[in-house]
């Protein structure tokens, strides 16, 4: 079982950077695929980002296409999201999770195909 820890959120100016950093632990970090996600107040939890076991394949939702950048470090047992040019609607919860299937050729977008959820990292955009 796979066990997650999200860092490095905070409280930003609108067109500002933030990395947020997801440390796992507990199951083979280099054979699973990862993503992140993030929920606003009143809002579905929704997907951002994936990339896949090997990181060959990676997706990006369209609002963040751009200005979002995911990548991991296997050695460290690590995925980060790289976020640039933050704006206010971007104030969330954000959360990292481990794809279920081992070694998926792909990036899923579904919040089903994904668990150990962590506590989450509040991301805030000030305008």
């Known amino acids: 079982q796979v066990q997650l820890v999200e860092s490095g959120g905070g409280l930003v100016q609108a067109g500002g950077s933030l990395r947020l950093s997801c440390a796992a632990s507990?199951?083979?970090?280099?054979?699973?695929?990862m993503g992140w996600f993030r929920q606003a107040p009143g809002k579905e939890r929704e997907f951002l980002a994936g990339?896949?076991?090997?990181?060959?394949?990676?997706y990006y939702k369209d609002s963040v296409k751009g200005r979002f950048t995911i990548s991991r470090d296997n050695a460290k047992n690590t995925v980060y999201l790289q976020m640039n040019s933050l704006k206010p609607e971007d104030t969330a919860i954000y959360y990292c999770?481990?794809?279920?299937?081992?070694?998926?050729?792909?990036?899923?977008?579904?919040?089903?195909?994904?668990?150990?959820w962590g506590q989450g990292t509040q991301v805030t955009v000030s305008s």
């Open positions: 507990g199951r083979t970090f280099d054979r699973y695929g």
């Open positions: 990339i896949s076991w090997n990181g060959d394949s990676i």
């Open positions: 999770a481990a794809d279920v299937w081992y070694r998926r050729a792909t990036v899923t977008q579904r919040t089903q195909d994904y668990a150990g």
